[in-house]
């Protein structure tokens, strides 16, 4: 979706904070228990490798933390240990390389999927913290595509 299309059906939702370069590409809808970020560069170059400003950018990142959600067989309130279970099944890979963005995101091809926990902010400096353990409850999933361009970009 767009983010004229996003606003059209939930209003404003953007984090525009003052002086913050690609902060009012974050999005959030605290009653929707939903947020995410729009991509500067996707369906948006033109040839030229240019940005059209004119076209309305499209979510590439969601979080989303509902009560009874559920995506590919992952259910909001599963254990880790199933929920892994169930995305290795489908054949997502964990990417456990440090140096990466997504690191300890599950992956298939351009598409990325993180697992959190109530406790996630509070654990992340602790090595098992990104990860959860296997009793620990999932309580929101994001669900990202890898948009290369817009990794390239600096602020």
Same mark, same amino acid.
């Given at each position: 979706?767009?983010?004229?299309?996003?606003? $059209?059906?939930?209003?404003? $939702?953007?984090?525009?904070?003052?002086?913050?370069?690609?902060?009012?590409m974050?999005?959030?809808?605290?009653?929707?228990?939903?947020?995410?970020?729009?991509?500067?560069?996707?369906?948006?170059?033109?040839?030229?490798?240019?940005?059209?400003?004119?076209?309305?950018?499209?979510v590439?990142?969601?979080?989303?933390?509902?009560?009874?959600?559920?995506?590919?067989?992952?259910?909001?309130?599963?254990?880790?240990?199933?929920?892994?279970?169930t995305?290795?099944?489908? $054949?997502?890979?964990?990417?456990?390389?440090?140096?990466?963005?997504?690191?300890?995101?599950?992956?298939?091809?351009?598409?990325?999927?993180?697992?959190?926990?109530?406790?996630?902010?509070y654990?992340?400096?602790?090595?098992?913290?990104?990860?959860?353990?296997?009793?620990?409850?999932?309580?929101?999933?994001?669900?990202?595509?890898?948009?290369?361009?817009?990794?390239?970009?600096?602020?």
């Open positions: 979706m767009t983010q004229e299309e996003v606003e $059209g059906l939930y209003g404003e $939702g953007a984090d525009d904070i003052e002086g913050c370069f690609g902060c009012g974050d999005f959030s809808y605290p009653e929707l228990e939903l947020s995410g970020r729009y991509s500067e560069t996707l369906d948006r170059m033109d040839k030229n490798g240019e940005i059209d400003l004119i076209k309305s950018p499209k590439k990142k969601i979080t989303i933390a509902k009560e009874n959600f559920s995506i590919l067989g992952v259910q909001l309130g599963s254990s880790f240990k199933d929920a892994r279970r995305l290795e099944r489908k $054949g997502f890979k964990l990417q456990s390389n440090e140096n990466e963005y997504y690191y300890n995101y599950y992956y298939k091809g351009n598409l990325f999927i993180k697992l959190w926990w109530d406790n996630a902010l654990n992340l400096n602790l090595n098992y913290g990104y990860l959860g353990e296997d009793a620990e409850k999932v309580t929101s999933i994001t669900l990202e595509v890898r948009v290369k361009e817009d990794e390239e970009i600096v602020y």
